[in-house]
């Protein structure tokens, strides 16, 4: 029965406007409290599923007069598929989202993980 606390800040995004010389900057944090399931379908490979709630903060700054912060409850999905590569250590691919009324992410990564 997995379960995950953490605090995770996650992208700053700098995309130059068309034609407008400036540039969009957003950021946000977030922090978490996960609970979750795994499935192991053999010896050296399982799924994870967690799933929580949270603390969602959001900013879009776009140039000197266009700033919009925001700070909301979120719902947060993630998702692990792993291959253990021995008894200590798997690696895997991880999908993680944020459902809110500020902006919903989505952010697909890789991962090592360790069992302590």
Same mark, same amino acid.
């Given at each position: 029965?997995?379960?995950?606390? *953490?605090?995770? %800040?996650?992208? &700053?995004?700098?995309t130059d406007t068309l034609g407008?010389?400036?540039s969009i900057?957003?950021?946000?944090?977030?922090?978490?409290?996960?609970?979750?399931r795994e499935l192991k379908i053999k010896e050296w490979f399982g799924i994870d599923f967690f799933a929580?709630?949270?603390?969602?903060?959001?900013?879009y700054?776009? *140039?000197?007069? %266009?700033?919009? &912060?925001?700070?909301?409850?979120?719902?947060?999905?993630q998702s692990k598929i792993r291959f253990n590569t021995g008894r200590i250590f798997s690696l895997g691919v991880q999908s993680h989202s944020n459902?809110?009324?500020?902006?919903?992410?989505?952010q697909p990564s890789i991962f090592l993980q360790?069992?302590?």
């Open positions: 029965m997995p379960f995950r606390f *953490g605090r995770e %800040t996650k992208h &700053k995004h700098n407008g010389g400036g900057n957003d950021n946000y944090a977030e922090y978490n409290i996960l609970y979750g929580g709630a949270g603390f969602f903060n959001f900013r700054d776009g *140039g000197s007069s %266009t700033e919009y &912060k925001k700070r909301v409850i979120g719902i947060p999905f459902i809110n009324n500020a902006t919903i992410i989505f360790w069992k302590l």
